[in-house]
């Protein structure tokens, strides 16, 4: 068996999985409250050693030996997957529908068809029915509506003003007699315990994925809480993505290299080396 071949191909197919996370990340360079994917990349051995106590067998028995391959434990494996939650840079767009959130671990929630999702997209508009909602028409939950499905139904006539809380208020500027700020929801914006359990599911939205398939406790979700006094509500801005073009170009870079390297790797293994083997064993022969 050629330990070789097999390392350079499960590394290959490593710098592949990386590729398409980077294509991912440059392809949301512009899209608002995007955050950026990465992966840590380990080998098989340190996975094992990491979980020697949930091995279906004895370790040191040759039933263990067998069950890990050791021409496999040093093939280079995406060991674990997260999403980089650091703050974008602030774009300010005078769009008083327009909501960024200054600190990290912070979501809008938002009701989906699904149930409940979170984001950090601000970027919202008003409904023909006249509530609040993201650019898919999914309404913005107001923070007495989390549980019950509530939108904040708005009133596109008057100016529209949040303060840094996310509590909104309206004014009639046609009647300077009226011109009184009138109570109207605050924003849903929540917190997580672990934000790791967040789940992308598409358009800038996440959702809790549990862990452990099935399990009603509480371990492995992210663990939302409700926030109050936030004070890091900004009216007018947008929060873009934390995508770093040039970092991510640099990495697109050095995987190509890397697959590159690999492809070489397995082309010598099996145009020369074999080539070398058979000749001599038939030599030999």
Known sequence: MQTGYYGATGGMVTQFNRLDIISHNLANL???GYKRDDVVIGDFLRMVQGHQDTLPIPDETRAAAKFINRTMT???VIAESYTDHSIGSMEHTENDLDFALKSPNMFFAVQTPNGVAYTRNGSFSISDDGYLVTKEGFHVLSRDGVDNEGGILMNPTMQI??????????KDLSNEGMADNVAGGSLAIVTFDNPKFLKKIGSSLYIEERKIPNDT???GLAGVNLVYNSGIVAQGFLEKSNVNAVLEMSSMIETNRLV???SKVMKTHMDELNSEAINKLAVRA
């Open 161 to 170: 003003t949040a303060d840094a809380n996310g509590n909104l208020s309206f």
């Open 217 to 219: 406790s509480s371990e």
């Open 30 to 32: 512009n899209t608002n």
């Open 260 to 262: 590159d390297m690999y």
């Open 74 to 76: 040093r093939v280079p």
